[in-house]
Nanobody, 115 residues
Framework: QVQLVESGGGLVQAGGSLRLSCAASGSIFSFNAMGWYRQAPGKQRELVATITTGGSTNYVDSVKGRFTVSRDSAKNTAYLQMNSLKPEDTAVYYC?????????WGQGTQVTVSS
């Protein structure tokens, strides 16, 4: 079993920054991918960013240049640094960990960007 605990959401003005954290515990294998999805009211869930244990990253086009995903493998923790936030980034952000074709999810954290 794997447990994910997220932290770091909140309310910020447009142009501001937030950092999300996702701490994983339990049966973590040596190769996995972590990242975040987000879902805004009335919209489909969207994959925001991913990072593998090897350090490979991917981002949705709308956050490239503004968001940075990183991880501390020793702590099994991933981070999403979000800069230059826009109102359209407002959503619930869900951390995930994928290993051996199984997905594990965090509880979600609300990010609200005011204009």
């Amino acid at each position: 079993q794997v447990q994910l605990v997220e932290s770091g959401g909140g309310l910020v003005q447009a142009g501001g920054s937030l950092r999300l954290s996702c701490a994983a515990s339990g049966s973590i294998f040596s190769f996995n991918a972590m990242g975040w999805y987000r879902q805004a009211p009335g919209k489909q869930r969207e994959l925001v960013a991913t990072i593998t244990t090897g350090g490979s990253t991917n981002y949705v086009d709308s956050v490239k240049g503004r968001f940075t995903v990183s991880r501390d493998s020793a702590k099994n923790t991933a981070y999403l640094q979000m800069n230059s936030l826009k109102p359209e980034d407002t959503a619930v952000y869900y951390c995930f960990l994928n290993q051996r074709r199984l997905d594990y999810w965090g509880q979600g954290t609300q990010v609200t960007v005011s204009s």
